[in-house]
């Protein structure tokens, strides 16, 4: 028996988030006397895959083709199903991203299998198997009971410490049965540059309409330079047009996860915060003393943001 973790690549290369993956799963292995199977689709080094196998992963599975460098969700949950039928799992994990919420449905599905979503910590019992989950956008905890056999989970970023459980590497290669033809061809990639990627970000620098113009942004971008962040925004702002859309952090834009999050002149509606919420430490800063935003903050400032966030900077280049 094997707890399956689907370990996803980004050009060749694994990201902290898939070795999380794998410490989770090496957690709940310890619990339940199981081992821990890392699958890769797609090419990657095996200098890259060995990585795997400091963070628990007992065996890894390899799947290499051009075509599959390219998510299809068909083709993917076909190879996913099948490793998982190889090698007995009756657990399949995968992270609460964009490709592990459209996975994780099709394989719930093919494997016959119960669900659960966006999971933080570890089983409260593996039989019967219950384990926590935040909902109604963090207001809330329910307790999910999976009674089916297979299980397919999604843990949601950031949300387990990264920790070494080194394993001798055991890398295989994996060939599916089933006809990988994907229907999905990419002509194309334009990727962005000079930016850290807001959902991979550990520390993020954001603001809202307490900024009262766009001709106020340059505090924040040079805050984030200095910290080596993502710069993010809340709703209204990139709806105005103040800050491109694909900075904004809630509950309709990017659901993010970082190690600290500054939140400049955001007031803190419950669409904002269900998207920020899961932020390690927030720092919030806000002239209103009763703005929602202090009710989750770790840290909160009430005052002038242009005073403030000039104090911060300062205070950052002399530390």
């Known amino acids: 028996m094997a707890i399956l973790v689907y370990t996803e690549n980004w050009d060749g290369k694994f990201k902290k988030l898939s070795f999380e993956l794998l410490s989770y799963a090496s957690k709940i292995a ?13 090419q990657v080094a095996e200098s890259e895959l060995a990585q795997l196998a400091e963070y628990g992963a007992k065996k890894i599975l390899k799947v290499e083709s051009e075509e599959l460098d390219v998510l299809d969700n068909r083709v993917y949950t076909k190879i ?3 490793a998982a039928s190889k090698e007995g799992a009756a657990i399949v994990l995968l992270a609460h991203n964009n490709v592990g919420k459209a996975l994780a449905p099709r394989l719930a599905v093919r ?5 659960g979503t966006g999971l933080s910590g570890l089983p409260d019992s593996l039989n019967p198997f219950t384990i926590g989950k935040k909902v109604f956008s963090g207001k809330a905890s329910a307790d999910l009971e999976i009674k089916s056999k297979a299980k397919v989970l999604t843990l949601a970023q950031n949300s387990i ?4 459980t080194k394993m001798d590497v055991n890398i295989e290669t994996f060939s599916p049965e089933a006809q990988l033809l994907s229907f999905t061809k990419r002509k194309s990639i334009e990727k962005q540059t000079g930016k850290i990627i ?16 766009p001709d106020n942004w340059g505090p924040v971008e040079e805050l984030a330079d200095l910290l080596g962040a993502a710069t993010a925004c809340s709703r209204p702002v990139s709806d105005e047009g103040w800050r491109p859309h694909g900075e904004h952090a809630g509950q309709t834009g990017k ?5 600290l999050y500054f939140a400049f002149g955001i007031s803190g509606a419950i669409q904002h915060l269900a998207g920020v919420s899961a932020s390690k430490c927030i720092v ?7 703005a929602p935003i202090f009710e989750a903050a770790d840290y909160g400032i009430v005052g002038d943001i242009q005073k403030v966030l000039p104090d911060i900077i300062t205070a950052i280049k002399e530390a």
Not at 198 to 213: F, M, N, P, Q, Y
Not at 284 to 290: K, L
């Open 111 to 115: 494997m016959n299998a119960g669900i």
């Open 198 to 213: 807001l959902t991979d970000a550990e520390i993020v620098v954001s603001a809202g309409r307490g900024l009262k113009s």
């Open 30 to 42: 310890e619990m339940s006397g199981e081992s821990v199977t890392a699958l890769s689709i797609g």
């Open 161 to 164: 410490e990264v920790y070494g």
């Open 80 to 82: 996913i199903s099948e």
């Open 284 to 290: 919030a800063v806000n002239t209103d003393p009763d």
């Open 255 to 259: 659901i993010i996860a970082p190690n």
